[in-house]
T-cell receptor, first 115, second 114 residues
Framework: GESVGLHLPTLSVQEGDNSIINCAYS??????FIWYKQESGKGPQFIID?????DKRQGQRVTVLLNKTVKHLSLQIAATQPGDSAVYFC??????????????FGKGTLLTVNP | EAQVTQNPRYLITVTGKKLTVTCSQN?????MSWYRQDPGLGLRQIYY???????DKGDVPEGYKVSRKEKRNFPLILESPSPNQTSLYFC?????????????FGPGTRLTVL
């Protein structure tokens, strides 16, 4: 899962296994929670989001779970493939004043898929 | 192709020499933003713009300026770069400031200030 510090949390899985990446957030006023994927040498890429009034959302091979009681977010990747190897960031979408919103990103988790 | 472009992709410069990193999007997005990415610190927002001529500070604005004279462009200006601004910079855009969950990111600019 995500944490502070200089070293990225890492998760290593075998190809074909399911992956679960965790994230703890701090602001209970967040409207949306989002997962981004960042491959080496590229910018972050949107994967999936979930509104704060939902607890589960599914996409293609990915599922996001939201537990507001413990302020915890997770990303599940089914049948993980080598192309899923990347750094995964969670982000909170928070209203910062008036109609302004901002994204606050977590530190990221490095997922490595072994063939 | 819908995209966010940044230039240059790589830049090595010296302390105090003014530089500009350009950002352009072709999706007619209202919201644009600049982030810096540093090891162990993740992505931190520098400045953002809700629309043309509307800009505001993010979490780490010191030492940076921006402008938004046109909808498609959002340049990042370092008037007097210092070594602590050595970082990987990303520009991003989204349809509106009320729907910034799906931001599109540029490829990044790696800046080294000697």
């Amino acid at each position: 899962g995500e944490s502070v510090g200089l070293h990225l949390p890492t998760l290593s899985v075998q190809e074909g296994d399911n992956s679960i990446i965790n994230c703890a957030y701090s602001n209970s006023a967040s409207d949306y929670f989002i997962w981004y994927k960042q491959e080496s040498g590229k910018g972050p890429q949107f994967i999936i989001d979930i509104r704060s009034n939902m607890d589960k959302r599914q996409g293609q091979r990915v599922t996001v779970l939201l537990n507001k009681t413990v302020k915890h977010l997770s990303l599940q990747i089914a049948a993980t493939q080598p192309g899923d190897s990347a750094v995964y960031f969670c982000a909170e979408n928070i209203r910062s004043g008036g109609s302004n919103y901002k994204l606050t990103f977590g530190k990221g988790t490095l997922l490595t898929v072994n063939p | 192709e819908a995209q966010v472009t940044q230039n240059p992709r790589y830049l090595i410069t010296v302390t105090g020499k003014k530089l500009t990193v350009t950002c352009s999007q072709n999706m007619n997005h209202e919201y644009m933003s600049w982030y810096r990415q540093d090891p162990g610190l993740g992505l931190r927002q520098i400045y953002y713009s809700m629309n043309v001529e509307v800009t505001d500070k993010g979490d780490v604005p010191e030492g940076y300026k921006v402008s938004r004279k046109e909808k498609r462009n959002f340049p990042l200006i370092l008037e007097s770069p210092s070594p602590n601004q050595t970082s990987l910079y990303f520009c991003a855009s989204s349809f509106s400031g009320r729907a910034i969950n799906e931001q599109f990111f540029g490829p990044g600019t790696r800046l080294t200030v000697l």
